[in-house]
């Protein structure tokens, strides 16, 4: 019993969001970025302990899905070489998804890179589109785990944000997630042109979110909220003490941040090939997802000009809203799906927490917990992810 008690008291999931805890983890700044010691085992996270292996049980619109069980079956994949879907789905390659992306200038100056996938069955043509929106660091290549199994039976859109993969990081831009969330919106109605399921993961959810309780012309049909992020950093309004204690770090690695030279030689030490692969790791449920493919895919951009610009911008900047204050103007379908061993938005922290506690207030809201899965479970365990989304999605009206 007196262990039980103590790992109860060592429980303290601070619910971060993934920005800073790139930031802090690897830059040399004396702290412990999230470690694992063994599958099951106690994480340290910035200097807190929490254990994920508690369960939740809700009697409304939540499931646990266990990822323990493998197939059979193996069955092969086969990689498109158009811009149709994928036979049988499978993974397309990244070097395709590059060369098919295309360019839309946005607000008349800036390069924005999108893909899109349209199925091969007429018969969808009056299913709502997808567009799947990445997360920090990410972009378009993140989903090529789920682009040819999603075009199958709807039109998939995928975006790389506003400083992000291939799309333009301007010089001393100002992001904010309230800028990311018009440019969806724009892309909605200047190229999709017709309603749309908005799939997103985390911070990408955020912006998600935040277009959907924006959206006055019913351009948004659904949304899929993958581990979503509580603001664009750490400086969100959460109402929980272990945010308030490291409010001084937190505010420390703003100050350092906003210091050029320093700045540069965080991000330096960041982006390096060996960095990137460990704190994948880190946030990963399954580890052969993290391949050299994933680390080149998050590496590549942030070679791009203007990459520590947003780097710092989106670190330093202002949080942006509250899913808590947003949530509830939603009364379009809303599905969660949320990777139990997520060490940046962990589903004990205050965002994960009240995501949880959704579906008992809000008859639109689904939630489903992956267990065994990371920050990203699209591409960490799409075959779950799958198996829950498409369903989903089955049962969504016509357009």
């Known amino acids: ?182 440019l969806i919106l724009d892309f909605l109605d200047e190229i999709v042109q017709k309603p749309t399921v908005l799939i997103g993961n985390s911070v990408g959810s955020l912006a998600c979110v935040i277009a959907a309780s924006e959206s006055s012309r019913s351009l948004v049909r659904g949304l899929v909220l993958l581990n979503c992020a509580g603001g664009m ?43 990137l692969r460990n704190i994948l790791l880190s946030v990963y449920g399954n580890k052969e997802s993290v391949d050299e493919e994933l680390v080149e895919i998050i590496m590549e951009p942030t070679y791009d000009a203007g990459a520590l610009d947003a780097f710092i911008s989106i670190v330093t900047g202002p949080p942006g809203p509250n899913p808590v204050q947003l949530m509830p103007r939603i009364s379009l379908p809303v599905l969660l799906l949320w990777g139990d061993q997520d060490p940046f938005t962990p589903l004990d922290g205050p965002v994960g927490k009240y995501f949880s506690s959704l579906p008992s207030e809000l008859t639109n809201v689904s939630l489903f917990v992956l267990e065994g899965v990371g920050h990203c479970p699209h591409d960490d365990r ?9 369903p989903w999605l089955a049962q969504l009206p016509a357009s």
């Open 382 to 390: 799409p075959d779950l992810v799958h198996e829950k989304l498409l």
């Open 1 to 182: 019993m007196g262990k039980a008690n103590s790992r109860r008291k060592e429980r303290m999931g601070i619910g971060v969001t993934a920005p800073l805890s790139h930031s802090v983890g690897l830059v040399g700044l004396q702290f412990q970025h999230t470690t694992e010691k063994k599958r099951g085992s106690t994480r340290v996270f910035l200097g807190h302990k929490y254990h994920n292996h508690h369960h939740y049980h809700h009697h409304h619109c939540i499931s646990i899905i266990s990822n323990c069980t493998t197939s059979s079956n193996t069955t092969s994949t086969t990689t498109t070489t158009t811009t149709t879907a994928t036979p049988g789905g499978g993974d397309l390659e990244v070097k395709e998804l590059k060369e098919r992306c295309k360019k839309w200038e946005w607000k008349g100056q800036y390069s924005i890179a999108y893909f899109v996938s349209h199925s091969s069955n007429s018969n969808n043509n009056n299913k709502p589109s997808l567009l799947l929106v990445h997360g920090f660091g990410a972009s378009i290549p993140h989903w090529r785990r789920n682009i040819g199994t999603l075009a199958q039976n709807f039109t998939v859109y995928a975006i790389d944000l506003l400083g992000f993969g291939a799309s333009d990081k301007p010089a001393g831009f100002s992001y904010t997630m309230e800028t990311w969330a018009q």
């Open 233 to 275: 950093n750490n400086k969100a309004v959460v109402d929980d003490w272990r945010i308030k204690l490291l409010l001084p770090l937190l505010l420390l690695v703003d100050f350092l941040l906003r210091q050029r030279g320093i700045a540069s030689a965080i991000f330096e030490r960041v982006r390096k090939r060996d960095n």
